[in-house]
């Protein structure tokens, strides 16, 4: 309880901010977009990892409020960068359940780009594998509607809930967003390598692209290249950082 009323608190007094990984071609080794992940400045605790906060956030519904003022935040952004003639990157953000299935999120996406004036083709929508697959005829509407819009849309943490094939070729997704746990062992473990060239295959028989988390280092990039894995994103490119270092390596031309 304690910790809802702080939530609260931290909305109103813009405690929240953004960080942002970048995303790369795994051909080029150049950012082609990011991903924003909240975190809680508070004032006493310093910063507070989404994994703590946001699934109480679910509970209580504040997840709402904060996964608006996320989207907003990640859109002007964007625009701000795009304004000052950086190189144009997409970013994309993670939707929780409750978000996704509240009634007017479609129109409520629609707004925000309206508002902002972000070209949709920018932003793109995180949806887990195990949110997705949950009431799947239902998600395959919703994903439409998004699609729609013009926003580009990816499967997160895939590989770890129960995908059905027959959903999975049937979403409008661009992206299929494997899931780092398979990743931390290619190179060591033959199950886990294996598990990663099947996806990578059949996401590209679905005409999706890969983009493999959880890049940690040199090997882990050389398998992911070897089996055509599109984009990248982990450590070994760079942690998830502030606006303001984003914002450097954009302006170095990456
Ligand atoms: O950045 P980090 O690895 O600490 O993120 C931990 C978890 O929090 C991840 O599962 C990530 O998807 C989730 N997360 C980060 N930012 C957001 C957000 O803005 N909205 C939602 N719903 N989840 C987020
Ligand atoms: O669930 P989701 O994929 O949205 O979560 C992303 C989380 O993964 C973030 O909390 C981020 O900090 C973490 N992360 C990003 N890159 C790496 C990495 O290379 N290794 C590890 N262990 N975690 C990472
Ligand atoms: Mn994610
Ligand atoms: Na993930």
């Known amino acids: 309880l304690q910790l809802e009323q702080s939530l609260h608190q931290a909305l109103e007094l813009e405690e929240f901010v953004l960080y942002y990984q970048p995303q790369v ?3 080029t080794g150049k950012m082609i977009g990011m991903e924003a992940l909240i975190r809680w400045n508070h004032p006493e605790h310093g910063m507070i990892s989404p994994a703590l906060f946001i699934p109480i956030a679910e ?15 990640a859109c002007r952004q964007l625009i701000e960068w795009q304004e000052a003639g950086l190189p144009p990157v997409c970013v994309a ?24 004036g972000l070209d949709p083709q920018y932003l793109e929508l995180e949806v887990t594998e195990s949110l997705a697959m949950t009431h799947a005829d239902r998600a395959v509407s919703k994903l439409y509607e998004l699609k729609h819009l013009g926003v580009k849309l990816s499967i997160d943490d895939f590989g770890t809930g129960y995908s059905s094939l027959n959903y999975l070729k049937r979403f409008p997704i661009d992206t299929l967003k494997i899931d780092r746990s398979f990743v931390g062992d290619i190179t060591s473990n033959e199950g886990d390598a294996t598990i990663v060239t099947t996806i990578i295959a059949m996401a590209h028989t679905l005409e999706m692209k890969v983009i493999a988390e959880g890049v940690e280092n040199e090997e882990q990039l050389e398998f992911l290249y070897g089996q055509g894995c599109d984009q990248m994103q982990g450590y070994l490119f760079s942690p998830p950082r502030p606006a303001e270092e984003i914002e450097k390596m954009l302006r170095g031309g990456l």
């Open 25 to 27: 071609n795994v051909y």
């Open 59 to 73: 509970n209580t519904g504040l997840i709402e409020p904060i996964g608006d003022w996320v989207l907003r935040r």
């Open 93 to 116: 953000v993670n939707l929780s359940a409750r978000q996704f299935q509240k009634q007017n999120f479609v129109e409520q996406i629609a707004e925000v780009l309206q508002e902002t």
